[in-house]
């Protein structure tokens, strides 16, 4: 196994990495817990590449951490789900360590 590889673990840490360990993952469900946002507002507060973002929330939303709310007019907002939720409470000790750094 080289430096950069995982073992072959499913589940746990594993699990949760395959989910929030990509970019801009934990961003995205950070801005989300001051409540739902429309897909446009998130790209533009993120400043993140659309077709990024359509890939991650489409990863959030497959792991259920956040869900689609329909709009009018072909538009769509997110909202954390009670999982998302929790997810976002974990964020507070590593934000609080990066405050700590900057």
Same mark, same amino acid.
């Given at each position: 196994?080289?430096?950069? @590889?995982?073992?072959?673990?499913?589940? #746990?840490? @594993?699990?949760?990495?395959?989910?929030?360990?990509?970019?801009?993952?934990?961003?995205?469900? @950070?801005?989300?817990?001051?409540?739902?946002?429309?897909?446009? @507002?998130?790209?533009?507060?993120?400043?993140?590449?659309?077709?990024?973002?359509?890939?991650?929330?489409?990863?959030?939303?497959?792991?259920?951490?956040?869900?689609?709310?329909?709009?009018?007019?072909?538009?769509?907002?997110?909202?954390?789900?009670?999982?998302?939720?929790?997810?976002?409470?974990?964020?507070?000790?590593?934000?609080?360590? #990066?405050?700590?750094?900057?």
């Amino acid at each position: 196994m080289s430096d950069g @590889d995982l073992p072959d673990r499913p589940g #746990g840490l @594993d699990a949760a990495l395959g989910v929030v360990g990509q970019r801009w993952a934990l961003l995205i469900v @950070d801005r989300l817990r001051e409540g739902a946002l429309r897909y446009g @507002d998130l790209q533009r507060e993120l400043g993140i590449p659309t077709n990024i973002l359509a890939t991650r929330l489409r990863e959030l939303e497959q792991a259920e951490v956040l869900r689609r709310i329909p709009l009018k007019h072909n538009t769509r907002a997110y909202e954390l789900t009670p999982r998302g939720l929790a997810l976002g409470e974990a964020l507070d000790a590593p934000r609080q360590w #990066g405050e700590g750094i900057t």
